[in-house]
């Protein structure tokens, strides 16, 4: 068994910041990738931003220079910091990762619940 769990979410005035976290725990080998996506009612879910097991990182363009992605191994977590935040920022966001339950397994993407970032005056 594998869990996500999101922490961090909440209500931002345009141009503050946030940091979210996920952390996994359960049955786990090894974590590969990471990463975040977000959803608003109506629109299809969008990856925010990946970070490999060797910290190489990803950003979409309406992020990039804003959001910071970054991981602790040792603590199996990864955490998203928002900063300059816009009201297009609001959605439920959600951590992503790439797992190995057990030696020799193939891996599996695993999800977090998903946790509200809400932005705005």
């Known amino acids: 068994q594998v869990q996500l769990v999101e922490s961090g979410g909440g209500l931002v005035q345009p141009g503050g910041s946030l940091r979210l976290s996920c952390a996994a725990s359960?049955?786990?080998?090894?974590?590969?990738?990471m990463g975040w996506y977000r959803q608003v009612p109506g629109k299809e879910r969008e990856l925010v931003a990946t970070?490999?097991?060797?910290?190489?990182?990803t950003y979409v363009d309406s992020v990039k220079g804003r959001f910071t992605i970054s991981r602790d191994n040792a603590k199996n977590t990864v955490y998203l910091q928002m900063g300059s935040l816009k009201p297009e920022d609001t959605a439920v966001y959600y951590c992503n990762a790439r797992i190995a339950r057990y030696r020799f397994w193939a891996e599996s993407d695993y999800w977090g619940q998903g946790t509200q970032v809400t932005v705005s005056s």
């Open positions: 970070i490999t097991s060797g910290a190489v990182t």
């Open positions: 359960g049955s786990i080998f090894s974590i590969n990738g």
